[in-house]
């Protein structure tokens, strides 16, 4: 408690119970001699803190509040489980001050050279030097913004190390609108959902479900509602009957390229691309499931099942066969990030060897003709919910 917790008259909610004064000294560090530089480092580097109302959220704090001086230790006397201050065994560190400092102790542990000449330690002598800071982005949750975006980038310039390039925020889950509680037993069990539905079910959902900032709800119905519209349906029903048809109609041999749906898949790689650089995976799916749905719709309206009835129709069923072995194909390669076990599955069933672990293989026209796939299985077999 600090003398800000006081009500106007002067006392505290009785709900704190026994309030009791105490002083003690320890070690503070200058926080406020340091905010003016802050707020002009943030916003003259918009992309720091994201989300953008994230970053509004800080510059209105430092913009409102005068920093005080952080206290960073306590008397080892009244609790000795901390981390001993070096420098004075008396005292150990305050948790977020030790714990922000893990990220740099970790990189100098591994030899970088930028942490170990800032903090004056000697070259590492291991034969593999790993460059790790600045950190590309600290993934954090929003409860604790304020000690990444104001206590640590201030601790950094004091050791004269570069903050991280961004602080990317989440938000939390909700299940039911409610807030998840052990005690209440709203809760959503992952090994559970994973036994039941998959590995990848489990992660589409929670990644097309929840943006990076704002919280997210999850649904038990929301859940199978995803699953069987956008994965037996969408994305498992695509590949199965576009390898299912090359195989009955061609016998698993890929025909001559055609780029009928390349302009659509080229569309969706550099939409998923850029959104992936921008760390916004949920609309890194939408845009891969905007490929699923063209290509879905593709094979409603060329109806290649009608058209290997008519022989004349042959050269035209094999365009339609190629377009769908090869959307198929790309979609591996930008799904991996996302759904790594079903990636593989396309791969295998494609009757590729390699992994499809490289952004460039979703380029147009890798599917080489005359090549035999292997044997159609479907992703994710449709349930009754």
């Excluded at 989300?51 to 080892?76: I, T, W």
């Excluded at 998959?198 to 997210?216: H, K, N, Q, S, T």
């Excluded at 063209?294 to 099942?305: G, H, K, L, S």
Aim: hydrophobic share 40%; aromatic share 10%.
């Amino acid at each position: 408690m600090t003398d800000r917790d006081r009500r106007a008259d002067g006392t505290f909610d009785p709900a704190y119970g026994e309030v009791v004064e105490l002083e003690e000294e320890n070690y503070y560090f200058k926080l406020k001699d340091h905010q003016a530089w802050l707020i002009e480092f943030i916003e003259t580097n918009p992309s720091f803190v994201q989300p953008d109302y994230r970053r509004n959220e800080v510059l209105g704090f430092l913009k409102n509040n005068e920093l005080e001086d952080l206290c960073v230790s306590r008397p080892a006397a009244r609790l000795n489980w901390g981390i001993p201050i070096p420098f004075d065994t008396n005292f150990v560190t305050y948790v977020w001050f030790d714990a922000l400092v893990n990220y740099i102790s970790m990189a100098a542990a591994h030899g970088d050279e930028n942490v170990l000449s800032a903090l004056n330690l000697p070259s590492a002598t291991r034969p593999q030097r790993l460059s790790l800071w600045p950190a590309d982005v600290h993934v954090i949750g929003k409860d604790i913004l304020k000690f990444h975006a104001v206590y640590w980038p201030i601790m950094l310039r004091a050791m004269e190390l570069p903050p991280p390039k961004q602080i990317l925020v989440h938000g939390w889950w909700q299940k039911d609108g409610a807030k998840i509680s052990k005690s209440t037993g709203n809760i959503v069990e992952p090994g559970a959902v994973i036994d039941e539905w998959g590995l990848d079910a489990f992660r589409f959902y929670v990644l097309r479900e929840l943006d990076i900032g704002p919280d997210g709800n999850w649904t038990d119905a929301g859940f199978r509602a995803r699953y069987s519209a956008e994965l037996a349906n969408g994305l498992g029903n695509l590949v199965n009957r576009s390898l299912s048809m090359l195989k009955r109609y061609r016998s698993g041999i890929v025909p001559a390229p055609s780029d009928e749906l390349a302009a659509a898949a080229a569309k969706a790689a550099e939409e998923t691309r850029v959104a992936l650089g921008q760390n916004r995976l949920q609309a890194a799916l939408q845009h891969i499931w905007s490929l699923v749905t063209r290509a879905n719709q593709y094979v409603d309206q060329t109806a290649p099942f009608k058209l290997a009835k008519d022989p004349a129709q042959a050269r035209r069923l094999d365009d339609i066969l190629y377009n769908l072995a090869e959307t198929c194909r790309v979609l591996a390669v930008l799904l991996r990030p996302f759904l790594p076990g079903t990636a593989a599955k396309i791969y295998t069933q494609l009757g590729l060897n390699e992994k499809p672990d490289r952004c460039s293989e979703a380029a147009w026209g890798n599917l080489k003709s005359g090549h035999h796939i292997g044997e159609p299985a479907p992703l994710f077999p449709r349930k009754e919910v």
